[in-house]
């Protein structure tokens, strides 16, 4: 199947607005938004046989993206099969079943996923690519974020304000934090805020800020949801972790949920802003219905979802994030290269030395 | 020798069979499918040894660091407590719910063997979040006592009290129906010999345990050193712990490989101790004999300690973790969440862990008959290879099998057969212990007698050596319906594409936070897995009538 859009939902802040299918010929859908008053046409061009269903391995979680899988699904008419387990897990599946995997994109939770099967990726269409900034997609062009999320420390409310947190990471490696914070060192987003941090600062600054924290006796944690919930309880003081999650605890606990989110205003790699994207195999068997996906995921819909529903940033220009969050444009980001952040291995090392790692 | 075995090889076409012959006497319609089976459950191993030949040499710089031998210790000291404690919880209660006059002692059994059930990753979750530092135990005693914070439950103490508590029902569900089996006639003989009640409960009833307690014991440590869930959210760092790290951060098969052998090794050595525990001692009587109803002793003013030790084990394990759930639910539903729907998946669960459970005991036939009947080194290496699953973290059986299916036998991959494949290598174990330790109590000329009477081989299998080791089926069965409700990732990655069972589901919104729809889905597993565990003990209550009077004590 081969498909071709124009007109592509072009322009302005569209509501989050289911598309409706108003017709559906031969060669020709019309997919009309329903609060905004505009139509978009989409050129489907379907050949006579087409059983193969779209494969999809989703390293991102079921209860965060099967909402908008099913609007594809709705959308498209596409018999959609998803698998759904942890990145890590499904990378090494991929890795194993080489060339006979039967899956068609790789929907990965970080950019580290992406990177361990980049092998098995094939570059994306320059159309697509061409959607999302520069430091938000492969530089090869074997993949493409879908959605931003940034680093930030996350705190306890009764515990503290924001004017007892320091401007940047470094603060927390005086004695006054000692037993007070936890981070997820396993964590592929942590780890790679570890290798930004040595592109900026360079190894033995990075080393250095490691070992401090070490010393301050900061807790670890398997992953980012333990940390936030340890931070709501009071149980620490506050935490290193993605800034999503909050927004879960929030929807979950309710607003008295004793935790905010404070992005450090020094930027630095304590700032950092990173990516969950899709790749497509290049032993795919249903390419075209794979560029329809990721497509679809970076049309103003796909990106108003993880703007909405998931408290995400929107990669695509013009999609507006939610306004809960801070600007995108507030946050002092670092200017670290895509390229600059690939050293895990690196990073992996130098956690394991400092002994934060086994 | 009469037994399963020799019935077996008159079925079978004659003549000798191989080389493999002369390594045992067993006839070869038993020995090839213990063979068989044995070969398929040690797939794993075979993996694992072609990626750490793969593996570079900076796998070989990370294995041979300090820093694993202070893991591995680590870890060594958590399996010997979790194991200890289990057998601690697990025997009184055994015996109490058994051979003692406590009331309601099926409800009982249900309740105490329900802990299994539960995932490790929400036990890890309930277990923060209740007894954490600042969790809902503290905030319960903060208005009476004033108490603003617990001591941390992270590191050892969390993930020994975690794992206990999942884990001591290995220990307790072959101990109950060992108990179940013994011959009553042993016990009368020891007190006729002038032994007292205690000196009968100490020198025959507890030593005749011993094969059910050291196989129970074994599962537990062998769960202990494997579990991933618990231990990374209570924050004690084992060599599995090590294991998923390799898997999370570094994607390099060869180093978690390498690792994985390495907890390969040390599950060796505890089968090794097993094995010297176990010895070659006997645990059927040598007399003509009669299976009675055990007797069942009145616990007079031990009454009340019983109950109220049976109540405190129900309140934590079971009460406990289930309140957290239900909390999660409630509180989710009163803010507005939308709960999933559970239908799909909660059939899915159900079909998977009957399935696994059924092939799991089809399997465990030939080999129990082969360990039991047959001892000889061939027999040995077969059962011990078929710990191998058992012995590993389920990720890395799991990307075995991914390894062996899309090589070799790729029709199979991503199907619910090799699924289900799956969970047979993974939970083997739990079923062997429990038929071999059943068949292990049925005296051979029980069959020889049923032979001499003109009985045919098949029919001496069905009618006679089946019913008495059923006991031990049933609870093997049990068993490994319950660990295939709760396994998660052999489900993930192998299940047919979009399978969810309710262990899937409860992960994923788990994972994301969705605490009410989590909940939702955990309660699921312990409910469906109640129901039939319930219903077997019922079964079990009627196929033994009490048709003997309590002793007076």
């Given at each position: 199947?081969s498909l071709?859009r ?6 302005g802040a569209a509501?989050?607005?289911l598309?409706v299918?108003t017709?559906c ?7 009309k938004?329903v609060?905004?008053e505009r ?9 006579p046989?087409e059983a193969q269903?779209?494969?999809?391995y989703?390293?991102?979680?079921e209860s965060?993206v099967d ?7 709705s959308m498209?008419g ?6 759904y387990?942890?990145?890590p897990?499904l990378?090494a599946t991929?890795?194993?079943e080489?060339?006979?995997s039967p899956?068609d ?6 950019p ?6 980049e092998s098995?990726?094939?570059?994306l269409?320059?159309?697509l ?9 492969s530089p090869?062009?074997?993949w493409?974020?879908?959605s931003g999320r940034a680093r930030?420390?996350?705190y306890?409310?009764?515990r503290l ?5 320091p401007?940047?990471l ?12 936890g981070w ?5 987003s942590?780890?790679t805020?570890?290798t930004g941090?040595r592109a900026?600062w360079?190894d033995?600054r ?8 070490h ?6 944690y398997?992953?980012n949801t333990?940390?936030v ?8 003081d506050?935490?290193?972790v993605n800034h999503?999650y909050l ?12 935790a905010r ?5 020094g930027?630095?790699p ?13 032993t795919?068997a249903n390419?075209?219905?794979a560029?329809q996906?990721v497509?679809?995921?970076?049309s103003t819909?796909?990106q108003?979802?993880?703007?909405s529903?998931t408290?995400?940033y929107?990669l695509?220009?013009?999609?507006k994030?939610s306004?809960?969050l801070?600007?995108l444009a507030d ?6 290269a895509?390229?600059d952040?690939a050293d ?14 086994p | 020798?009469v ?6 090889r008159v079925?079978a076409p004659?003549g000798?069979?191989?080389?493999l012959?002369?390594w045992?006497?067993?006839p070869?319609?038993l020995w090839?499918p213990a063979l068989v089976v044995g070969l398929?459950?040690?797939?794993p191993?075979v993996?694992?040894?072609?990626r ?7 796998a070989w710089?990370?294995l041979f660091?300090?820093?694993?031998v202070?893991?591995l210790?680590r870890?060594v000291a958590?399996v010997?407590?979790?194991?200890v ?6 025997v009184?209660v055994?015996?109490l719910?058994?051979r003692?006059?406590?009331?309601w002692?099926?409800?009982?059994s249900?309740?105490?063997a329900?802990?299994l ?7 890890g979750?309930?277990?923060?979040v209740a007894?954490?530092?600042?969790g809902?135990?503290?905030q319960?005693?903060e208005?009476?006592?004033g ?5 941390s439950i992270y590191g050892?103490?969390?993930?020994a ?11 307790l569900l072959?101990a109950q129906?060992?108990l179940?089996?013994q011959d009553p006639?042993l016990?009368?003989a020891s007190r ?9 409960l100490?020198r025959?009833?507890?030593?005749m ?11 537990v440590?062998?769960y202990t ?7 990374s ?5 084992t060599?599995?712990?090590a294991?998923?790290?390799?898997f999370e951060?570094a994607?390099d098969r060869?180093?978690?490989?390498a ?6 090794a ?5 089968l ?6 176990r010895?070659r001692a006997?645990y059927?009587?040598?007399g003509p004999?009669?299976?009675a ?10 009454m ?5 030790l ?8 079971l009460?406990?973790?289930m309140g957290?759930?239900?909390y999660w639910?409630?509180r989710g539903?009163a803010?507005g969440?939308e709960?999933?729907?559970?239908w799909?998946?909660?059939?899915n669960s159900?079909?998977?862990a009957?399935?696994a459970?059924i092939?799991?005991?089809?399997a465990s ?16 290496v ?12 389920g990720l890395?059986?799991a990307?075995?099998l991914?390894f062996?299916a899309?090589n070799?036998?790729?029709?199979l991959y991503q199907?619910l ?5 799956a969970?047979?290598v ?5 079923m ?10 049925v005296?051979?000329n029980?069959?020889d007698?049923?032979?001499t009477l003109?009985?045919?081989p098949?029919?001496t299998l069905?009618?006679?050596?089946l ?5 031990g089926?049933?609870?093997g069965i049990g068993?490994?319906f319950?660990?295939t409700m709760?396994e998660?990732?052999a489900?993930?990655?192998l299940?047919?594409i979009g399978?969810?069972t ?17 909940a939702?889905?955990a309660?699921?597993?312990v409910?469906?897995?109640g129901?039939p ?7 079990m ?5 009490a048709?003997t009077?309590p002793?007076?004590q």
């Amino acid at each position: 199947m081969s498909l071709t859009r124009r007109a592509l939902l072009r322009g302005g802040a569209a509501a989050a607005a289911l598309p409706v299918l108003t017709a559906c010929g031969e060669s020709e859908v019309v997919i009309k938004e329903v609060e905004v008053e505009r139509v978009v046409t989409v050129t489907v061009t379907r050949p006579p046989s087409e059983a193969q269903p779209l494969v999809i391995y989703s390293g991102r979680s079921e209860s965060l993206v099967d909402p908008i899988i099913q609007q594809f699904r709705s959308m498209s008419g596409l018999d959609v099969q998803v698998k759904y387990a942890g990145t890590p897990a499904l990378a090494a599946t991929l890795l194993e079943e080489g060339d006979a995997s039967p899956a068609d994109v790789f929907f990965a939770q970080d950019p580290g996923g992406l990177g361990a099967v980049e092998s098995m990726l094939s570059p994306l269409p320059e159309e697509l690519l061409s959607r999302v900034p520069a430091w938000a997609r492969s530089p090869q062009g074997l993949w493409a974020g879908i959605s931003g999320r940034a680093r930030v420390v996350v705190y306890n409310t009764d515990r503290l304000s924001p004017a007892d947190l320091p401007d940047d990471l470094w603060g927390f490696t005086d004695s006054s934090w000692r037993g007070r914070l936890g981070w997820p060192p396993t964590n592929a987003s942590f780890q790679t805020m570890v290798t930004g941090m040595r592109a900026v600062w360079g190894d033995d600054r990075t080393r250095e800020w490691l070992d401090a924290m070490h010393a301050n006796e900061i807790g670890i944690y398997p992953k980012n949801t333990p940390i936030v919930a340890a931070t709501g309880a009071g149980e620490i003081d506050g935490g290193l972790v993605n800034h999503y999650y909050l927004h879960r605890f929030l929807a979950e606990e309710g607003e008295s949920f004793a935790a905010r989110n404070y992005h450090l205003p020094g930027g630095g790699p304590g700032s950092l802003v990173m990516v969950a994207g899709a790749g497509i195999l290049g032993t795919a068997a249903n390419r075209p219905a794979a560029e329809q996906f990721v497509d679809f995921l970076l049309s103003t819909v796909g990106q108003q979802y993880f703007a909405s529903t998931t408290h995400e940033y929107p990669l695509v220009e013009g999609v507006k994030a939610s306004r809960i969050l801070t600007p995108l444009a507030d946050i002092n980001k670092p200017a670290i290269a895509l390229s600059d952040l690939a050293d895990l291995q690196g990073t992996q090392a130098m956690l394991r030395e400092a002994g934060i790692l086994p | 020798m009469v037994s399963i075995a020799r019935v077996m090889r008159v079925a079978a076409p004659g003549g000798p069979i191989g080389r493999l012959g002369r390594w045992t006497h067993a006839p070869p319609a038993l020995w090839v499918p213990a063979l068989v089976v044995g070969l398929l459950l040690a797939l794993p191993l075979v993996y694992l040894v072609i990626r750490t030949a793969g593996a570079g040499d900076d796998a070989w710089a990370l294995l041979f660091r300090w820093r694993t031998v202070m893991i591995l210790l680590r870890t060594v000291a958590l399996v010997v407590t979790v194991t200890v404690a289990s057998v601690l919880i697990a025997v009184p209660v055994a015996w109490l719910t058994v051979r003692s006059n406590l009331p309601w002692p099926r409800f009982w059994s249900v309740v105490a063997a329900l802990p299994l059930v539960i995932p490790s990753f929400v036990a890890g979750l309930v277990v923060q979040v209740a007894l954490g530092p600042r969790g809902m135990l503290q905030q319960a005693l903060e208005p009476i006592l004033g108490v603003t914070e617990l001591p941390s439950i992270y590191g050892f103490p969390g993930a020994a009290l975690t794992l206990t508590l999942l884990s001591y029902p290995y220990v307790l569900l072959p101990a109950q129906s060992s108990l179940r089996r013994q011959d009553p006639l042993l016990e009368d003989a020891s007190r006729s010999l002038g032994h007292g009640r205690r000196a009968t409960l100490r020198r025959v009833t507890l030593p005749m345990l011993g094969p059910a307690v050291g196989a129970g014991s074994l599962l537990v440590a062998l769960y202990t050193l494997t579990d991933f869930g618990a231990v990374s959210l209570l924050r004690y760092e084992t060599f599995t712990w090590a294991i998923f790290v390799q898997f999370e951060s570094a994607f390099d098969r060869g180093v978690a490989a390498a690792l994985s052998l390495v907890l390969v090794a040390l599950a060796a050595a505890i089968l090794a101790v097993e094995a010297v525990a176990r010895g070659r001692a006997r645990y059927h009587g040598v007399g003509p004999g009669a299976m009675a109803e055990p007797r069942r002793i009145l616990l007079g003013r031990w009454m009340a300690p019983a109950l109220a030790l049976m109540a405190a084990l129900g309140a934590v394990a079971l009460i406990g973790p289930m309140g957290v759930l239900a909390y999660w639910v409630g509180r989710g539903l009163a803010g507005g969440q939308e709960l999933i729907s559970v239908w799909e998946p909660l059939l899915n669960s159900v079909l998977v862990a009957a399935l696994a459970a059924i092939a799991a005991a089809v399997a465990s036939l030939p080999v129990a008959a082969l360990v039991v009947r047959y001892p000889s080194r061939f027999a040995w290496v077969i059962e011990r290879a078929t710990y191998t699953g058992f012995a590993l973290p389920g990720l890395v059986v799991a990307i075995s099998l991914v390894f062996f299916a899309v090589n070799l036998a790729r029709p199979l991959y991503q199907t619910l057969f090799l699924l289900i494949m799956a969970y047979v290598v993974l939970f083997f174990p739990a079923m062997l212990a429990a038929v071999r330790t059943a068949l292990a109590q049925v005296r051979p000329n029980v069959e020889d007698a049923a032979r001499t009477l003109g009985r045919s081989p098949i029919a001496t299998l069905v009618q006679v050596t089946l019913p008495l080791i059923w006991p031990g089926i049933a609870s093997g069965i049990g068993l490994v319906f319950l660990l295939t409700m709760k396994e998660l990732p052999a489900t993930l990655i192998l299940g047919p594409i979009g399978f969810k069972t309710l262990a899937t589901a409860t992960w994923s919104a788990a994972s994301e936070a969705f605490f009410a729809r989590a909940a939702m889905s955990a309660l699921l597993i312990v409910l469906a897995a109640g129901v039939p565990l319930l219903l077997l003990r019922l079964r079990m209550g009627r196929a033994t009538p009490a048709a003997t009077p309590p002793v007076r004590q």
